[in-house]
């Protein structure tokens, strides 16, 4: 379809030939609808905070104005899963650091036994270092 035939142009053109004034035959553009959310905190002015609607809970208010104290939720969240991060790595090493001695305890008293160490417990060679492999 080329462009000088869309519905409107065509509809419109043959409109104009009739000369008809009728309104029900009058033909409408779409109009797009911009949808935004209900409440935003940029919308909210001194005013709604003034006079506030029946259903406005006051616990929201904080995080709709601009000026709310200390960190934001999200902040907050961010703040707690660094930390449980952390908390998650120094556990870790601790268990690793554990697993290491025990594994050199064990070498030591096969060594005090007289007895080599022989192979590690994946089958290879004993090799220094071999625990961070």
């Known amino acids: 379809m080329a462009s000088s035939d869309t519905p409107y142009r065509r509809h419109s053109k043959e409109r104009r030939r009739s000369r008809s004034t009728d309104e029900a035959h009058v033909f ?25 609607p029946d259903n ?47 594994r050199e305890a064990e070498v030591e008293k096969e060594r005090s036994r007289g007895k080599s160490p022989g192979r590690s417990w994946r089958g290879l060679p004993e090799i220094r270092g071999m625990e961070q492999l």
């Open 28 to 52: 409408k553009k779409p109009v797009q609808v911009v949808r935004r959310p209900l409440v935003t905190d940029h919308n909210i002015s001194e005013d709604y905070m003034r006079n506030p």
């Open 56 to 102: 406005f809970d006051p616990s929201l208010a904080e995080a709709w104005t601009a000026e709310s104290e200390g960190p934001t939720e999200r902040q907050m969240r961010a703040e707690e899963r660094v930390a449980a991060n952390l908390r998650a790595t120094e556990k870790e090493e601790r268990e690793e650091r554990e697993e290491r001695e025990k």
